[in-house]
C-alpha cells in the first residue's frame, strides 16, 4: 500500500485509548487483495490495537486532493459500556419469561 496513502488516511487520527497520534510505524498491512487491504493499527504509546478493512482500490483517484479533503473525520461515539450497563442486560435475560420469542419480529423466528 502506497505510504503517502496511508499517510494521508491516519494523519489526523490518534489512538481512543490514550489520544496519542498515530505514527508511520503504526501502521502494518496484513493481506491485500485486489480491492481489499486489511490493516492493523498499533498505538505505539499504549499499544492497543485496532483493526481496519478498506475496500476499494486504494489509488489515489484526484491529485489535486489535499491530506486534509482525504482525512478521516473522528466523531464521538457512545460512552464505553460500564458493569452497570452489564448488570442491567444481565437482569433483563434472567427476566424474560417462557414467551421471550414474542419479541423477535417474525422474519427472523425461522433462523431459532
Not at 502506497?2 to 494523519?11: A, C, E, G, H, Y
Not at 491485500?32 to 483517484?61: D, H, M, P, R, S
Not at 491529485?63 to 478521516?72: C, G, I, T
Not at 457512545?78 to 424474560?96: E, S, T
Request: aromatic fraction near 8%; proline fraction near 2%; hydrophobic fraction near 35%.
Amino acid at each position: 500500500m502506497n505510504k503517502k496513502i496511508v499517510d494521508m488516511l491516519f494523519s489526523d487520527m490518534c489512538c481512543s485509548e490514550c489520544k496519542a497520534d498515530f505514527t508511520e510505524d503504526s501502521v502494518f498491512v496484513l493481506r491485500k487483495e485486489k480491492n481489499l487491504n486489511v490493516l492493523q493499527i498499533v498505538c505505539q504509546n499504549c499499544g492497543k490495537t485496532f483493526g481496519i478493512a478498506l475496500l476499494g482500490g486504494c489509488i489515489e483517484k484526484d491529485k489535486n486532493l489535499s491530506s486534509e479533503d482525504m482525512a478521516l473525520q473522528i466523531q464521538d461515539g457512545p460512552d464505553a459500556i460500564c458493569y452497570d450497563d452489564v448488570i442491567d442486560a444481565h437482569n433483563f435475560f434472567k427476566n424474560l419469561d417462557e414467551n421471550w420469542q414474542k419479541y423477535i419480529p417474525e422474519n427472523l423466528k425461522k433462523n431459532l
